[in-house]
Structure formats: C-alpha cells, structure tokens
C-alpha cells in the first residue's frame, strides 16, 4: 500500500478482554515501530522490530502486551486481559531502515475500554 | 538514554504572526533530531530533520529548525502562520549512535487566533 495502515480505527472493549490491532507497514521498510498515545502525552515506545532480529521489547508496560511480525511485514499487537488504564491511541510506524530515515506513521487505533 | 523536552504544552499565536517551537534533548553525542505534526484524527508527518551538516534546515510547509549544539537545542520556527498549521506538534531524537528507536517529546498543542 501507499502508506502505513491500521485497523481497526476504532476499538472499544470491554474490561478483561482481550484485543489484537494490526498495522500493515509500507512494502520493503525493515523498521517498524509501536508507540502508545495517552491523552494530553507524548509517545510512548512499546516495542521495536528491525528485519529478522529479535525485536526490542523494553517499552512494554506489563506481560499482558505483546506483538509479533510475521514475515518482515504485518504486525499484531495484543493486549491481553485490558484494563481501562489501556484506553489510548495505538500508533504504529515504519521506516526503511533503522535510525536516519524518515519513519512514517499511520493512522492509529483509538482503544477504549469500558 | 536520550530525552527530549518540550517545555510548552500550548502556544497560542495569531495567525500571521511568526512561531518558534522550542526543543532540548540530552543525548551525549550529536544525534538525529526530528519535528512531527499531528493534526486531529491524523498520524505524525515529517517536518524537517538534521543529521549532520548546516545546522539550519528546511521542511515542507515553510517550517524550519535550527541546530544549536551548544544549547541542546532544536527547535521549530514559522514566519508567518497560517490557521492550517494549528496542530499538535513532536519533536524526536535518535541516538545516532544507540538503538534507533525514535524518543519524542509530549507534543507542543497550536493554536492559531483569526
């Protein structure tokens, strides 16, 4: 595609749920990143994959997150057993390569939970 | 571990007035530095960034930043604004040197008065 997609858009869950948000990076980017978006915060970093490395998990907040890629391209990040303090907007980028390149951002999914 | 602030959450100017958007990172060496705008609803898009070089540089939408090694600083300037340009904007830091994974700051909200 021309650009970073994310679906849904929209999620609202119910407490104790369980979601998977998906993001499709741009064709041929190697980098691509998770970030989270609380209202009124900046980005938080969650996780990071670089081509076939093992990807950084330092930004996680707690074993109920996790995210994985599949193939070098789309990644699904899931919440497991959500908690209202996981309501926010669930930004997903890519980048060509690591460090110096432009990384482009999707839309983002907003997650709400209820 | 780099850092970014962004000592102002809001700046509200008129349009047509000039901007500047400040930004200070610590890092120990000199690293990539980069301004995102995010208008509602929207994911971040690339401003301009500085890798090395002229320490002035240029973005899309008449925007500009200025490198100053001395003070750690990055920050964003506009001669004249115009009403699109009210947005929530980012700056971010890479270590050059370090995991190359983006640090943003918590944003700096615009408002621009008629």
């Known amino acids: 595609g021309a650009g970073v997609s994310q679906s849904p858009s929209n999620k609202v869950t119910e407490k104790g749920k369980d979601v998977e948000l998906r993001c499709d990076p741009i064709s041929g980017h190697t980098a691509l990143y998770w970030y989270r978006q609380s209202l009124g915060q900046g980005l938080e970093f969650l996780i990071y994959f670089q081509g076939n490395s093992a990807p950084d998990k330092s930004g996680l907040p707690s074993d109920r997150f996790s995210a994985e890629r599949t193939g070098g391209s789309v990644s699904t990040l899931t919440i497991q057993r959500t908690q209202q303090e996981d309501s926010a907007v669930y930004l997903c980028?890519?980048?060509?390569?690591?460090?110096?390149?432009?990384?482009?951002f999707g839309q983002g999914t907003r997650l709400t939970v209820v | 571990a780099q850092s970014v602030t962004q000592p102002d959450i809001h700046i509200t100017v008129s349009e047509g007035a000039s901007l500047e958007l400040r930004c200070n990172y610590s890092?120990?060496?000199?690293?990539?530095l980069f301004w995102y705008v995010q208008s509602p609803g929207q994911g971040l898009q690339l401003l301009l960034k500085?890798?090395?070089?002229?320490?002035l540089v240029q973005g899309i939408k008449g925007f500009e930043a200025e490198f100053k090694r001395s003070q750690s600083s990055f920050n964003l300037r506009k001669p004249s604004v115009h009403w699109s340009d009210a947005a929530e904007y980012f700056c971010a830091v890479v270590a050059s040197g370090g995991s190359y994974i983006p640090t943003f700051g918590r944003g700096t909200s615009l408002i621009v008065h008629p």
């Open positions: 890092y120990g060496a000199t690293p990539y």
């Open positions: 980028a890519s980048s060509y390569s690591q460090g110096d390149t432009e990384a482009f």
């Open positions: 500085y890798f090395s070089g002229d320490t």
